[in-house]
Nanobody, 113 residues
Framework: VQLQASGGGLVQPGGSLRLSCAAS????????MAWYRQAPGKQREFVAT??????TDYADSVKGRFTISRDRRYTLYLQMNSLSPDDTAVYYC?????????WGQGTLVTVSS
């Protein structure tokens, strides 16, 4: 399984970005997919998750601003709105199936004026 994250970049505070994670297998073959992030000098933290059935959950810090979704083929998304400098981090996509787990390589999001 390979996961390829993309869509990061530099954005001003208040702006939006959409991250994508292309999987080498159908996204619905994974019971759960998620986004995590790691800010400079901090541990990796949970951002959002989605199940194959479409149930979602979010970290309190991003609720109401970020939306996780998946298409019917191979891609996981993270729509990020109202971005703040605190959202600056490398964002990683994650997929789980049973006891197996896979990570993408990460995409850098920088929120700065």
């Amino acid at each position: 399984v390979q996961l390829q994250a993309s869509g990061g970049g530099l954005v001003q505070p208040g702006g939006s970005l959409r991250l994508s994670c292309a999987a080498s297998q159908s996204s619905f073959s994974f019971p759960r997919m998620a986004w995590y992030r790691q800010a400079p000098g901090k541990q990796r933290e949970f951002v959002a998750t989605i199940t194959a059935g479409g149930s979602t959950d979010y970290a309190d810090s991003v609720k109401g601003r970020f939306t996780i979704s998946r298409d019917r083929r191979y891609t996981l998304y993270l729509q990020m709105n109202s971005l703040s400098p605190d959202d600056t981090a490398v964002y990683y996509c994650n997929a789980k199936r049973g006891t197996a787990e896979w990570w993408g390589q990460g995409t850098l999001v920088t929120v700065s004026s």
